[in-house]
Structures are given as C-alpha cells and as structure tokens.
T-cell receptor
Framework: GAGVSQSPSNKVTEKGKDVELRCDPI?????LYWYRQSLGQGLEFLIY????????KSGLPSDRFSAERTGGSVSTLTIQRTQQEDSAVYLC?????????????FGSGTQLSVL | AQSVSQHNHHVILSEAASLELGCNYS??????LFWYVQYPGQHLQLLLK??????LVKGIKGFEAEFIKSKFSFNLRKPSVQWSDTAEYFC???????????FGRGTSLIVHP
C-alpha cells in the first residue's frame, strides 16, 4: 500500500479482555516500530523489529504485551487481560532499513479504550 | 537512557507571529535529531531532521531548526506562522548507536487566523 495501515482505527474493550492490533507497513520496509501515546504524554516506545533479527522488546510495559511480525511484513500487537491504564493510541511506524537517522513513516494509529 | 524535553506543552499564536518551540535532550554523545508534526486528523510525519553537517536545518513549510550541541538543544523555528500550522509537534532523538527514536511529550500549537 501507499502508507502504513493500522486496524482497527478504534477499539473499545472491557477490562480483562484480550485485544489484537494490526499493522501493515510500507511494502519493502524492513524495520517496524510500535509506540504508545497516552493522553498528555509523548510517544512511548514499545517494540522494534528489524528484518530477521530478534526484536527489541525493551519498551514493553508488562508481560501482558506481546508482538509478532510474520514474514517480515504484517505485525500484530497483542494485549492480554487489558487494564484501564492500557487506554491509549497505539502507533505503528516503518522505515526502510531501520538505520540511524532514518525517517519513520507512521500509521494513523489505533485508539484503544478499556472500560 | 536518553530523554527528550519539550517545555512548551501548549502554544497559542496569532497568524504572522514568530514561533520557537524548545527541545532539549539528555545524551551528550552523537545524536540525530528530528521534528515530527501531526496535523489534525492526520498521521505523524517528518518535518525536518539533523543527521550531520550544517547545524541549521531547513524543513518543509518554512520551518527550520538549529542544533546547538553545547546546549543539548534542537529548537524549532518559523518566522511567520499560518493558521494551517495548527498541529502537534514532536521532537525526537536517536543516540548512542540506537535505531529507536526517543520522543518528547509534544507541543500543541494553535494559530488563530
């Protein structure tokens, strides 16, 4: 596609339920990033994938969060047993190679609301 | 760990006013610096970046930013803002060989016509 695509754009869930957020990066981009933006906060790094390398999971806030990237393309962020503090906009970005100084292309995000 | 401070959280200006948004980072080594912008209803996009060379960087839509290493700063400027500059502005830094940008909290800019 022309840009980074995220789905769903909005997700409302009940506390304790699991959710899956999807990201389809720009074709040919080998690097993929997940960030979280809470109200009034900046972008909080969650996880980074680069090619076939092991992902950098250093930003995941708890073991309820996990992500995978299949075939070097589509990525899914899973949040298990959602809590109200998980409510945020989840942003996905991709870049050509993930090199230093590279421009990130962002999707429109998934607005997650946990009731 | 790297941290990025944007001290102005909300800025309100009239059209034609000059703009300067502050950005300071904590890591003192080699850095790459970015400003991203998010216009209402749109996704985040790159406004400008500093990689090396001339510390004064020109971006799109008349924006510029100056890297001052001694002050750990990368402030964004525009001499005359327009209503269409209303947006959220984020400063970001990569450093220490990391490929992962650290973002500031963002500054909400509202420009009144």
């Amino acid at each position: 596609g022309a840009g980074v695509s995220q789905s769903p754009s909005n997700k409302v869930t009940e506390k304790g339920k699991d959710v899956e957020l999807r990201c389809d990066p720009i074709s040919g981009h080998t690097a993929l990033y997940w960030y979280r933006q809470s109200l009034g906060q900046g972008l909080e790094f969650l996880i980074y994938f680069q090619g076939n390398s092991a992902p950098d999971k250093s930003g995941l806030p708890s073991d309820r969060f996990s992500a995978e990237r299949t075939g070097g393309s589509v990525s899914t962020l899973t949040i298990q047993r959602t809590q109200q503090e998980d409510s945020a906009v989840y942003l996905c970005a991709s870049s050509v190679r993930g090199g230093i100084g590279e421009k990130l292309f962002f999707g429109s995000g998934t607005q997650l609301s946990v009731l | 760990a790297q941290s990025v401070s944007q001290h102005n959280h909300h800025v309100i200006l009239s059209e034609a006013a000059s703009l300067e948004l502050g950005c300071n980072y904590s890591y003192g080594g080699t850095v790459n610096l970015f400003w991203y912008v998010q216009y209402p209803g749109q996704h985040l996009q790159l406004l400008l970046k500093y990689f090396s060379g001339d510390p004064l960087v020109k971006g799109i839509k008349g924006f510029e930013a100056e890297f001052i290493k001694s002050k750990f700063s990368f402030n964004l400027r525009k001499p005359s803002v327009q209503w269409s500059d209303t947006a959220e502005y984020f400063c970001a830094v990569t450093s220490g060989g990391s490929y992962i940008p650290t973002f500031g909290r963002g500054t909400s800019l509202i420009v009144h016509p």
